[in-house]
């Protein structure tokens, strides 16, 4: 069987998020770098925005939710199948029903959906969001074949008390495991540090119960989008044939590599980071993939 590089086979993802028109973050990450790894990247946006909400003040915001439907129905008109549907940033409870049901129109045994459950960070749920919001998140999420949540959002989930880190591996083994319980077969757990010198993802396995972890240097600051840099990058390497954790090392390597550039030119941090620099290197990785591609 030929790979993603070659002519057949070549894997398709839905991706479902907003378009934050600057400041690299949801589909202008998740485009470039699904497209990088050889993979079809269809989008689906769920709002427009001229920059996305973090630092910035005036933005423009156009909701699509009622595009959402008519589009799934009209790929389905035509045939069309995924093999991935990858849902990030949802800006209300309606799209979350919405995307519900997107999600079971496209799911087939041999395909994955992966949710990122973007709500919150730093120990809190987004100002956009009302206090309700993580109970509808809850409930999509036991939707996911593969959910990446960051340390809030599992906290959010599973009503465990939130720590700043750096945290214990006690710690991190209970938000996993009463993550678990939302019924996801795999977890991958961001922000996770149990030191000052190093950042990356817990990997959990629900079948052996294992835990892994794929880490990489930890670099002081906040940098907007480096969630959606990581959960495009380890989809795509997940869908070019890589294991989850062998995707997740990938996908912390090119950000941590992507936070560096961006800090070494001292870019504004509400811009985003510099992932485009590392897209080569990315497609390489991806490509020394031995076995079939998943999905």
Same mark, same amino acid.
């Given at each position: 069987? @030929? =790979?993603?590089?070659?002519?057949?086979?070549?894997?398709?993802?839905?991706?479902?998020?907003?378009? #934050?028109?600057?400041?690299?973050?949801?589909?202008?990450?998740?485009?470039?770098?699904? $497209?990088?790894? =050889?993979?079809?990247?269809?989008?689906?946006?769920?709002?427009?925005?001229?920059?996305?909400?973090?630092?910035?003040?005036?933005?423009?915001?156009?909701?699509?939710?009622?595009?959402?439907?008519?589009?799934?129905?009209?790929? $389905? @008109?035509?045939?069309? #199948? *995924?093999?991935?549907?990858?849902?990030? *940033?949802?800006?209300?409870?309606?799209?979350? %029903?919405?995307?519900?049901?997107?999600?079971?129109?496209?799911?087939?045994?041999?395909?994955?959906?992966?949710?990122?459950?973007?709500?919150? &960070?730093?120990?809190?749920?987004?100002?956009?969001?009302? &206090? $309700?919001?993580? &109970?509808?998140?809850?409930?999509?999420?036991?939707?996911?074949?593969?959910?990446?949540?960051?340390?809030?959002?599992? %906290?959010?989930?599973?009503?465990?008390?939130?720590?700043?880190?750096?945290? =214990?591996?006690?710690?991190?083994?209970?938000?996993?495991?009463?993550?678990?319980? !939302?019924?996801?077969?795999?977890?991958?757990?961001?922000?996770?540090?149990?030191?000052?010198?190093?950042? =990356?993802?817990?990997?959990? &396995?629900?079948?052996?119960?294992?835990?892994?972890?794929?880490?990489?240097?930890?670099?002081?600051?906040?940098?907007?989008?480096?969630?959606?840099?990581?959960? $495009?990058?380890? !989809?795509? %390497?997940? !869908?070019?044939?890589?294991?989850?954790?062998?995707?997740?090392?990938?996908?912390?390597?090119?950000?941590?590599? #992507?936070?560096?550039?961006?800090?070494?030119?001292?870019?504004?941090?509400?811009?985003?980071?510099? *992932?485009?620099?590392?897209?080569?290197?990315? %497609?390489?990785?991806?490509?020394?993939?031995?076995?079939?591609? @998943?999905?």
């Amino acid at each position: 069987m @030929r =790979g993603v590089f070659g002519i057949k086979n070549q894997r398709r993802v839905a991706a479902v998020h907003d378009i #934050s028109c600057f400041g690299r973050c949801s589909l202008t990450v998740a485009l470039p770098i699904i $497209s990088a790894a =050889g993979i079809e990247c269809c989008v689906m946006p769920t709002a427009i925005l001229s920059t996305h909400t973090g630092g910035f003040d005036g933005y423009t915001f156009r909701d699509l939710t009622d595009d959402l439907t008519p589009t799934a129905e009209h790929w $389905s @008109r035509l045939g069309i #199948s *995924f093999d991935a549907v990858y849902t990030g *940033f949802l800006g209300s409870f309606e799209q979350l %029903a919405i995307v519900s049901d997107i999600i079971d129109r496209f799911k087939t045994d041999k395909n994955l959906v992966l949710i990122d459950p973007v709500m919150a &960070d730093n120990g809190q749920l987004y100002s956009i969001f009302p &206090d $309700s919001f993580p &109970d509808g998140m809850r409930r999509l999420c036991k939707k996911a074949d593969v959910l990446v949540p960051n340390v809030t959002e599992a %906290a959010f989930l599973t009503g465990v008390k939130y720590l700043e880190g750096p945290y =214990g591996e006690s710690y991190i083994a209970e938000l996993l495991g009463e993550t678990e319980k !939302l019924g996801v077969k795999n977890i991958v757990l961001t922000g996770v540090h149990f030191d000052d010198s190093e950042l =990356g993802a817990a990997v959990y &396995d629900a079948a052996t119960k294992k835990i892994s972890y794929a880490m990489g240097q930890r670099i002081e600051g906040y940098y907007h989008g480096t969630g959606d840099v990581f959960g $495009s990058a380890f !989809l795509s %390497a997940l !869908l070019c044939g890589k294991d989850h954790l062998e995707a997740a090392q990938i996908a912390v390597d090119f950000t941590v590599g #992507s936070i560096k550039r961006t800090k070494e030119a001292m870019t504004d941090v509400r811009y985003g980071v510099n *992932f485009e620099a590392g897209l080569g290197e990315l %497609a390489v990785r991806c490509r020394q993939t031995v076995g079939a591609p @998943r999905g």
